[in-house]
């Protein structure tokens, strides 16, 4: 899963990041739009940090995928981070190869990392330790599968509940919902009176999936 070629795992052995090869696909968490803003977030990671880079396309490199048993799983890294700076050199305009260099001739044992966070995004947080930056709309099931959190389905059709689980957002409120059907909720509305006007509930947008506390209707 972590194998990307011969090199592979030389370079996951040094610095424990690994260059996806880009076949012409977009990521479907990522979205064409135009650069959204970020919020940076410090974090300090153990070498090596297990995390799979790709270049964006416009610059700089994105985490793509963090291995759910590796140094950076549980620290406060999503998928679809941006990285902008490795001990505070400055990463956001490198490709993956220069940033692999700064990350490898790091001397300490670990490295501080300025990673760019989407504010228009949601962060969905797994019970694994792993989640991910995910535009609203976008599919729960696919999700999970990013953060390699194991989801048991039957029916895929919302109708069973064997998949169901709790989302429950930064202010305690909870609600069920079944992750084959379900979509990343959005937490930006329009004014009813003025449309051009749109709120944001900051407590939807970071949410923690929990297995469901309910039995299914169907096994």
Request: hydrophobic share 40%; proline share 8%.
């Amino acid at each position: 899963l972590w194998v990307y070629g011969m090199l592979a795992p030389l370079w996951f052995a040094m610095a424990g990041v690994i260059n996806p090869p880009r076949r012409g696909v977009v990521s479907p968490v990522r979205a064409a739009v135009a650069e959204p803003s970020f919020v940076p977030v410090e974090v300090s990671i153990r070498k090596p940090l297990g995390l799979i880079l790709e270049e964006r396309g416009d610059g700089g490199v994105r985490i793509a995928r963090v291995n759910p048993e590796g140094n950076s799983a549980g620290a406060d890294v999503l998928i679809d981070d941006v990285l902008l700076a490795v001990n505070e050199v400055d990463v956001s305009s490198l490709d993956f190869d220069a940033v692999f260099d700064v990350i490898a001739r790091q001397p300490e044992d670990k490295v501080s990392v300025t990673l760019g966070r989407s504010t228009d995004r949601v962060e969905v947080r797994w019970p694994n330790g792993l989640g991910a930056a995910a535009l609203p709309g976008y599919p729960m099931k696919q999700l999970a599968q990013l953060c390699y959190w194991p989801v048991r389905y039957a029916c895929d059709s919302g109708g069973c509940g064997t998949c169901e689980h709790i989302l429950r957002d930064a202010d305690g409120n909870q609600r069920y919902t079944r992750l084959c059907v379900a979509r990343v909720p959005n937490f930006q509305t329009k004014d009813p009176e003025d449309s051009s006007i749109v709120r944001r509930n900051e407590a939807k947008r970071i949410l923690q999936a929990l297995p469901t506390d309910r039995l299914p209707d169907y096994k």
